[in-house]
């Protein structure tokens, strides 16, 4: 699994950002699913394959929602940053393995509903269903069942969609939206919950460091994205100060003992300072 699927992965176990993602793409923001309904469940399955030899596999994230502690549906997620063929094979298999547990551990009876996140820049394109992805004689199509895997692309979600999200999925779902129709990301003044991971999925989306530098160094409380940028672009410019002041020292422009906390005393005829100055 690559960092974003991690990253993502960590983001969306929270109950809140799970529930909300469910509500959105599924019931147009109704809130059908309450988070604390949800149980985090572990969901691995073996199978034996063609080979003789067994394998395990197991889902990115996935919870069970009950309602008044009776099961409703188990939900999983399978996060995607590139596309993948045999995802139709895969979410069978997952839900499937899910159905056979019921019958193996449980009386009780309850869908399971898989939604592929797909967070690349365009759409999904590999196929959706059984049909889409096996390549067989028409007339054999109406005698094996299909199967519809409900995929979601991210990136091309309409604002409408992006504005019913309350949890911090808002800032990702935007991120994305925003890259893929103006190539730049502008957030908006929304708090953030989940501090540390919203930062952690911002550096493995962005590659800039800077986003997971800030851990631990801002409040948790009521911060929000424009706050992180502004530490974010005062930490760079800081860095270039000092990085300036070191050259100027080095070329007998500045003291040795000059520091980047004098920068505000010194004599504004200096003209050299003054461009240092960000």
């Known amino acids: 699994m690559g960092q974003n699927d991690i990253a993502e992965k960590i983001l969306a176990d929270y109950n809140d950002v799970f529930a909300d993602i469910v509500n959105v793409l599924l019931f147009d923001g109704r809130k059908v699913i309450a988070e604390d309904s949800l149980e985090t469940v572990k969901d691995k399955s073996q199978y034996r394959a063609l080979d003789g030899k067994i394998h395990e596999q197991e889902r990115d994230v996935v919870k069970l929602a009950k309602d008044k502690g009776v099961q409703l549906a188990l939900f999983g997620f399978e996060h995607q940053t590139k596309h993948d063929k045999d995802m139709p094979f895969r979410v069978i298999g997952y839900d499937g ?7 193996l551990h449980g009386a009780t009876r309850y869908p399971i509903i898989t939604l592929v996140l ?24 109406p005698y094996f069942s299909d199967y519809k895997i409900n995929v979601f692309d991210i990136a091309f979600l309409e604002p409408e969609q992006v504005e019913k999200f309350q949890s911090d999925f808002k800032i990702v779902a935007e991120y994305f939206v925003q890259k893929r129709t103006k190539n730049d990301y502008v957030p908006r003044a929304c708090e953030i919950r989940h501090v540390d991971e919203i930062l952690k999925l911002m550096t493995t989306l962005t590659r800039d460091y800077r986003y997971e530098a800030q851990i631990g160094k801002i409040e948790k409380e009521g911060v929000t994205m424009c706050e992180v940028l502004d530490k974010i672009v005062e930490q760079g410019r800081a860095e270039e100060r000092a990085v300036l002041i070191q050259k100027l020292k080095a070329a007998g ?23 240092i100055k960000l």
């Open 97 to 103: 393995a899910a159905y056979r547990s019921q019958i």
């Open 118 to 141: 797909n967070f690349e820049m365009k759409r999904w394109d590999c196929g959706k269903s059984l049909h889409d992805v096996i390549d067989t004689r028409e007339e054999l199509l």
């Open 253 to 275: 422009m500045l003291p040795l003992d000059f520091d980047v906390k004098d920068l505000d005393d010194y004599p504004p005829e200096k003209s050299t300072l003054s461009k």
